[in-house]
């Protein structure tokens, strides 16, 4: 049974810092491209930052050069290192894991709120 976990949510003063992990189990993942996912009230699921198998990285403008994705396979682990957080950041941060268009995991998201 595959499982996602997200970690490392919580509430961060503008400015501040947090990193997010996402470990898996019951899936080969170094044949999964990663990604993190983020909801605020009332909008729709966004991309935020995303790692293929190979460790090619894209990122969404609005976080660019503030968030960064990496991942160990030996730990069977991703991460999102996000600094210089904004109260536009506040979401819910989730961690998915695919194989092309048919083979889709999620983990249950986490909590980011940044706000004063």
């Known amino acids: 049974q595959v499982q996602l976990v997200e970690s490392g949510g919580g509430l961060v003063q503008p400015g501040g810092s947090l990193r997010l992990s996402c470990t898996t189990s019951?899936?080969?993942?170094?044949?999964?491209?990663m990604g993190w996912y983020r909801q605020a009230p009332g909008k729709q699921r966004e991309m935020v930052a995303a790692?293929?198998?190979?460790?090619?990285?894209n990122y969404i403008d609005s976080v660019q050069g503030r968030f960064t994705i990496s991942k160990d396979n030996a730990k069977n682990t991703v991460y999102l290192q996000m600094n210089s957080l904004k109260p536009e950041d506040t979401a819910v941060y989730y961690c998915?894991?695919?194989?092309?268009?048919?083979?889709?995991?999620w983990g249950q998201g986490t909590q980011v709120t940044v706000s004063s």
């Open positions: 019951g899936m080969t993942f170094s044949a999964y491209g």
């Open positions: 790692i293929t198998k190979g460790g090619t990285t």
């Open positions: 998915r894991a695919s194989i092309g268009p048919l083979i889709d995991y």
